[in-house]
C-alpha cells in the first residue's frame, strides 16, 4: 500500500511538472503556400465563388462497372467484424449501393445548404455557410466554425446544422442561433489538395482562420473531433482573441497521464478520478491498451506510407468502401465488430454512409485525405509545438463513452485550463455530429450559455 502511495506522489510530481511548466505562449502564425510551383508575385484573388455539387451519367457508369467487376473474399466462419469488414455483408452494401442508391439524389441533398470556394495559401478551399433562416429580433446569429476528421467529411455536420441555425423549428429555444460554417479540410472532397509536404494542422488552422476573417468574422467560436479537434485546438493556440470559445469531442491529451491508469483503480479514485472515469477506462488491457492496437493498425500505415494503400483505395470503390465504413462500425461502438453486419444499421443509413464514401470515390480524395496523417504524425509522438503548448481559450469538451479513447476531466483540463464545460454524454462515439445530433448541439448550447454568463 505505501508503495502505491509513493508511486502515486511520484507519478503526480513528474505529471504537475510537465502539465505546469509551460507559459501562457502562442503558436506563430506564419504563412505558405501550397498550390503547384512557386508562388506568384500577384496577389492571390480573396474572391468567394458559389459552388454547387454535381454527378454525370458517365461518372454513375463507371461506378456501377466498377461494383460489377468486383472479386471478395470470403469471410471465415464466424469472423463477423473481428477481422475487419466481413465481405458476406458486404455483398449486401454492393447490391444495394449498384441497384438501390441514388447518386443524383444525394447530390440534391448536398446542395441544399450553400457551398462555396475562396483561394487560400494557393488552394481552392470548399465550405458550407449556413445562415439562420430566422432570428428574435434585436438578435444576432453566431458564427461557428466546425470542422470534420478522418474518414468522414463536412457532410456529418448535415443533421446538426438546422438544430443550431434553426433552433426553434426544432424543438428547442432560440436563445442560442448559430451561423454555421463548415469547410473541407484541404485534400478532403472539394478542397483542393496540397502539391508541397508539411501542410499539417497548423497550417490548415491558419487557412480556416483566414478563411474566416475572409466572410468577415473577427470573433468566433469553433467546433471540432477528430482532425477537426486538433485544427480547432490550433487554432485557439494561434490566434486565441479571435476564438470565443472552443467545443470539442475528443482531446489529444495523453501525454504521461495514461501512464496513471497503470495505479490501478483504488489509486486513481483518491487521485480524484470519478467513477464514471474508471467505468470508462477499466479494465484498461480491454478498454485501452487492445482496443488502441485493434483501432491504430489504419493509422501505422497512413502515418508512414498513405500513398501505397491510397493507390488501392482510389482504384477500387469497394476497397474505399470497406476500408472507410469499417471505421464507422468500430468506431461507433467496439462491440459492434461482435456483429455480422458490424452494427452499421444501429445508427447511420445507408444513404448516408455511401454518401460520405462518395465524397471520397467521385473526388478521387482518398490518398490525399491519409497524407494528413503522416504530416501530422510521420515526426514521431510529442514532436510538435502544439503537443506541449496549453490553450487558453475558454474551452468544451463532450466525453462520448463510446469514444475511442475516454479523456478524464483532469486531463482535458491540463491541457485546457480554461476548460468551463465537461460533460459525460448518455451514449454515442466518434462520429458524434453524424451519429448523435442532437446531443451534440445541445452540449454546444450549453457549452455558449455558460460561457456567456462569465
Avoid at 470565443?244 to 480524484?272: D, E
Avoid at 506510407?305 to 470497406?322: E, F, I, Q, R
Wanted: charged share 25%.
Amino acid at each position: 500500500m505505501w508503495l502505491e502511495i509513493i508511486l502515486a506522489l511520484l507519478l503526480g510530481f513528474i505529471i504537475y511538472w510537465f502539465v505546469s511548466r509551460d507559459k501562457e505562449e502562442t503558436l506563430p502564425l506564419g504563412d505558405g503556400w501550397w498550390g503547384p510551383g512557386a508562388r506568384p508575385t500577384a496577389a492571390e484573388d480573396e474572391s468567394v465563388r458559389p459552388f454547387k455539387v454535381e454527378t454525370s451519367e458517365e461518372e454513375i457508369e463507371d461506378l456501377h462497372q466498377r461494383i460489377d467487376r468486383v472479386r471478395l473474399t470470403p469471410p471465415l466462419e464466424d469472423g463477423r467484424f473481428h477481422y475487419g469488414f466481413n465481405s458476406k455483408y458486404l455483398k449486401k452494401i454492393l447490391s444495394y449501393w449498384r441497384n438501390e442508391f441514388d447518386w443524383r439524389k444525394q447530390v440534391e441533398i448536398l446542395n441544399r445548404y450553400p457551398h462555396f470556394k475562396t483561394k487560400i495559401e494557393g488552394l481552392d478551399i470548399h465550405f458550407i455557410h449556413v445562415k439562420p433562416p430566422q432570428l428574435p429580433s434585436s438578435s444576432t446569429p453566431k458564427p461557428l466554425l466546425m470542422v470534420h476528421g478522418w474518414p468522414g467529411s463536412f457532410y456529418e455536420f448535415y443533421k446538426i446544422i438546422p438544430l443550431l441555425t434553426d433552433p426553434k423549428n426544432h424543438g428547442l429555444s432560440d436563445e442560442h442561433v448559430f451561423e454555421v460554417i463548415c469547410p473541407s479540410i484541404p485534400g478532403y472532397s472539394f478542397s483542393e489538395a496540397s502539391s508541397k509536404k508539411g501542410l499539417n494542422s497548423v497550417a490548415t488552422a491558419r487557412i480556416f482562420y483566414k478563411l474566416m476573417l475572409r466572410l468577415g468574422f473577427q470573433k468566433f467560436y469553433i467546433q471540432g473531433g477528430d482532425w477537426g479537434s486538433l485544427i480547432c485546438t490550433n487554432m485557439a493556440q494561434m490566434v486565441p482573441s479571435h476564438v470565443k470559445g472552443l467545443h470539442l469531442n475528443m482531446a489529444l491529451v495523453l501525454g504521461p497521464y495514461i501512464l496513471t491508469l497503470f495505479l490501478g483503480r483504488r489509486i486513481l479514485s483518491l487521485l480524484g478520478y470519478t467513477q464514471r472515469d474508471l467505468e470508462l477506462l477499466y479494465p484498461f488491457k480491454e478498454k485501452v491498451f487492445y482496443s488502441l492496437m485493434r483501432e491504430s493498425g489504419y493509422m501505422h500505415i497512413q502515418c508512414t506510407k498513405p500513398d501505397t494503400v491510397g493507390c488501392a483505395l482510389n482504384d477500387s470503390p469497394v476497397g474505399l468502401a470497406a476500408y472507410i465504413l469499417e471505421k464507422f462500425s468500430t468506431w461507433t461502438n467496439p462491440e459492434f465488430r461482435d456483429l455480422e453486419n458490424g452494427g452499421l444499421d444501429r445508427k447511420f443509413s445507408l444513404d448516408d454512409l455511401l454518401t460520405n464514401v462518395m465524397l471520397y470515390w467521385t473526388t478521387g480524395t482518398i490518398a490525399s485525405s491519409q497524407r494528413f496523417y503522416k504530416e501530422n504524425l510521420g515526426q514521431g509522438f510529442m514532436a510538435n509545438a502544439h503537443d506541449r503548448m496549453k490553450v487558453y481559450v475558454p474551452t468544451g469538451f463532450a466525453a462520448f463513452p463510446c469514444e475511442l479513447m475516454h479523456v478524464p476531466e483532469k486531463w482535458v483540463k491540463a491541457k485546457y485550463p480554461k476548460l468551463i464545460s465537461y460533460s459525460y454524454m448518455a451514449r454515442g462515439g466518434h462520429f458524434a455530429a453524424f451519429e448523435e445530433p442532437e446531443l451534440l448541439a445541445q452540449d454546444i448550447r450549453k457549452f455558449v450559455g455558460l460561457l456567456e454568463l462569465r
